[in-house]
């Protein structure tokens, strides 16, 4: 099992307030992505009670809503997301909710200019009284970059500067030089400075996948790791290669994060049937899954219910009521 299990006594780095809500050492938390609704036969969701179905997850417990960066409905990508821009719906959501954390899994870097996006983050952790978290990712769909005048094969190395570009806004007057710019190095005048601040000093950022880096960079510079679903041997080799390489930089302990796809059937006992992603099956087996998972390490898995066939509401108040308790504290 998770041969690298932490010390009850320690604890993640305090970042903000949804970082250190939804991440804690030897427990998983369940979390929600966005849109909450089932739309299996178009890549397309209509969005419908998207406000009232966020508000009904923080209501239930769920710690988390994760959102997705989809610029273009790309045909063979055949996912629209919840269509809305990412930092526009946050802070929507940030004035609808209260306590739930706001996530991006994951902000794609190459096709945005940081500072953009260092602004957009901070201000939803400001309006949202810390509860933004940040994924982040090099982007996985090729046509994307055309569109914007970019190249794709190069998009790693304007991941890793972009993601130093967004930690450095956090800094007071920050002074670096970067292939995106060079706050504050060339200014006649010095003391030029982006605001807000973080709420808690940074935001966190969570990398998503490889992102064209090699692990043991991301084990040094993200402040967690986003992956896909496996099974559970393969995600406990997988996470055990991720706490030995976050142990060797000496740093602070960091979560590990997983999405998953669920189709939960009315049948409690339905056996597990494998779908994109993820997986059909009764509450039982969803729960054996999970509860496994948290045993190898994982703090989080994010719930996707593009492909749930039952009424979402429904399925949502199942979740929290037969699921949910199993990772109280």
Do not use: C
Request: proline residues 7%; aromatic residues 10%; without cysteine.
């Amino acid at each position: 099992m998770y041969i690298h299990k932490l010390k009850e006594e320690n604890n993640f780095e305090f970042i903000n307030q949804g970082f250190n809500n939804t991440f804690r050492p030897n427990r998983l938390s369940l979390g929600l992505t966005v849109p909450l609704e089932s739309y299996t036969t178009s890549p397309v969701p209509d969005m419908t009670r998207h406000i009232e179905r966020v508000q009904l997850a923080e209501a239930l417990g769920f710690s988390a809503v994760w959102l997705r960066d989809v610029p273009f409905n790309v045909p063979t990508f055949g996912d629209a997301g919840q269509m809305f821009d990412p930092f526009v719906y946050l802070g929507v959501l940030a004035a609808q909710t209260k306590s739930i954390a706001l996530g991006v899994a994951s902000i794609v870097l190459p096709l945005r200019h940081p500072a953009h996006v260092a602004k957009a983050a901070a201000s939803v952790d400001v309006l949202s009284n810390g509860r933004m978290i940040l994924g982040v990712a090099s982007g996985d769909r090729p046509e994307e970059y055309p569109a914007l005048n970019m190249t794709f094969d190069d998009r790693g190395d304007r991941f890793r500067e972009s993601f130093e570009y967004i930690s450095r806004m956090s800094e007071e007057t920050p002074a670096f030089e970067n292939m995106y710019g060079s706050p504050n190095v060339y200014n006649l005048r010095e003391g030029m400075d982006m605001l807000p601040k973080p709420t808690a000093g940074k935001i966190p950022m969570l990398i998503t996948g490889g992102s064209q880096q090699s692990p043991d960079w991301i084990a040094r510079n993200g402040d967690g790791w986003i992956t896909y679903p496996r099974s559970i041997d393969a995600q406990e080799k997988i996470i055990n290669g991720w706490r030995e390489r976050v142990n060797e930089t000496g740093g602070p302990l960091k979560p590990a994060v997983q999405s998953l796809y669920i189709d939960l059937l009315a049948d409690d006992d339905a056996p597990l049937q494998p779908i994109h992603l993820g997986f059909r099956s009764g509450v039982n087996q969803l729960r054996k899954y999970l509860k496994s998972s948290q045993q190898i390490g994982i703090n989080h898995v994010a719930l996707n219910l593009r492909f749930n066939q039952l009424d979402i509401e429904t399925t949502m108040k199942r979740l929290a009521d037969d699921v949910l308790p199993d990772f109280a504290e």
